[in-house]
């Protein structure tokens, strides 16, 4: 039986988002409403969804978690040979949304994408917990497998493997940047009348600020 949802909605009542109280500089306006998301203690702040499509144009979608944003873009990590890391290499292109409940804000970001320095993700896999680096190695992600026993055995086997403590990085496990071209913050607002303001990243890396209509 189909679910009726209608009536399924709620009030947004938050501050105002106005054009001249924008930072000139997109990225540091999502530091604000990020630093904002961790000083309110909201579970997983980072989670984003990534949105992506390979050469035949089928988008796939999915939550992975933003683990550095400066100027040059959003990182995240993966493998290169699961779904999303074949389809960017593809079309190595992307979008990002953040969604922030409590706070009723969203944060879209589209882009361009580039595979980061192999450096960066060594250093930043040697920083993940060992479980987390023994994960990794259990089998190619995306691919299948017969049942969850397997998995639990791949571990046990990589365990005695890597005994040491010493698990290396795949070379299929990397990171990614996403160079932001567009950045949205989205305010909830009373009645449905939600504020929206798109940055665009114009030539020469200058940035220019419009309104959306809700």
């Known amino acids: 039986m189909a ?22 500089d997109p990225i540091r ?3 604000r409403w990020f630093n904002h998301a961790l000083e309110s203690k909201l579970d997983m702040p980072n ?8 050469k035949d ?27 999303k890391g074949l389809q960017m ?28 320095p192999a450096a960066d993700a060594e250093e930043y896999f040697k920083s993940r917990p060992y479980g987390s680096r023994l994960s990794v190695w ?11 026993e397997y998995l639990e055995r791949r571990i046990v086997e990589l365990d005695g493997q890597f005994h040491d403590g010493e698990v290396p990085r795949p070379e299929s496990w990397v990171g990614y940047r996403v160079r932001p071209e567009s950045i949205e913050f ?6 449905r009348l939600h504020d929206r ?12 600020i419009k309104r959306l209509a809700p």
């Not at 303001?197 to 220019?208: A, D, F, K």
Request: with cysteine; hydrophobic share 40%; proline share 4%.
């Open 3 to 24: 679910a009726d949802l209608s009536e399924v909605r709620s009030e947004y009542r938050q501050a105002a988002l106005r054009e001249s109280e924008m930072d000139p």
């Open 29 to 31: 306006q999502f530091e």
């Open 47 to 54: 989670a984003m969804v990534l949105a992506t499509a390979g």
């Open 57 to 83: 144009g089928r988008p796939s979608a999915r939550y992975v978690l933003l683990k550095k944003f400066d100027a040059s873009g959003f990182v995240f990590y993966s493998h290169s040979m699961s779904l």
């Open 89 to 116: 290499a593809e079309n190595p292109r992307a979008a990002l949304a953040f969604y922030w409940a409590p706070q009723h804000r969203q944060v879209r970001v589209e882009g361009a994408v580039e595979v980061v």
């Open 138 to 148: 259990v089998a190619p992600q995306s691919s299948m497998v017969e049942t969850r």
């Open 186 to 191: 989205w305010q909830g607002r009373e009645n």
């Open 197 to 208: 303001i798109l940055y665009l990243c114009e030539s020469g890396g200058r940035w220019t």
